[in-house]
């Protein structure tokens, strides 16, 4: 089992930056693959981005490519999203996931885990 902890929310303008940290608890981070999911108000939750286990491989959601970048540091066993560009639309709750049985899980119910959130508020 894993234990994931979100964190560095927060209120931004539009055109700023954040970096949410996902912190995870267990031995054995590097077997998961780990996504980041978000979910806005009267939406469902969608998928955001996904690092493999080694971190070589990344893929994001169309609206977010170019300006989010997952990365993941095993050693620590933390996973991050940079922000870049935030936009109001990007307003949400981020969720920090893992899964440790499929290659490339993409749906929410792919994964296995999941961290508590953290809230992301873009002003115009």
């Known amino acids: 089992q894993v234990q994931l902890v979100e964190s560095g929310g927060g209120l931004v303008q539009a055109g700023g930056s954040l970096r949410l940290s996902c912190a995870a608890s267990g031995r054995t981070f590097s077997t998961y693959v780990m996504g980041w999911f978000r979910q806005a108000p009267g939406k469902e939750r969608e998928f955001v981005a996904r690092v493999s286990r080694s971190g070589v491989i990344t893929n994001y959601a169309d609206s977010v490519k170019g300006r989010f970048t997952i990365s993941r540091d095993n050693a620590k066993k933390t996973v991050y999203l940079q922000m870049n560009s935030l936009k109001p639309e990007d307003t949400a709750v981020y969720y920090c996931?893992?899964?440790?049985?499929?290659?490339?899980?993409?749906?929410?119910?792919?994964?296995?885990?999941w961290g508590q959130g953290t809230q992301v508020t873009v002003s115009s």
């Open positions: 996931a893992a899964d440790d049985h499929q290659e490339t899980p993409y749906y929410s119910s792919d994964y296995s885990y």
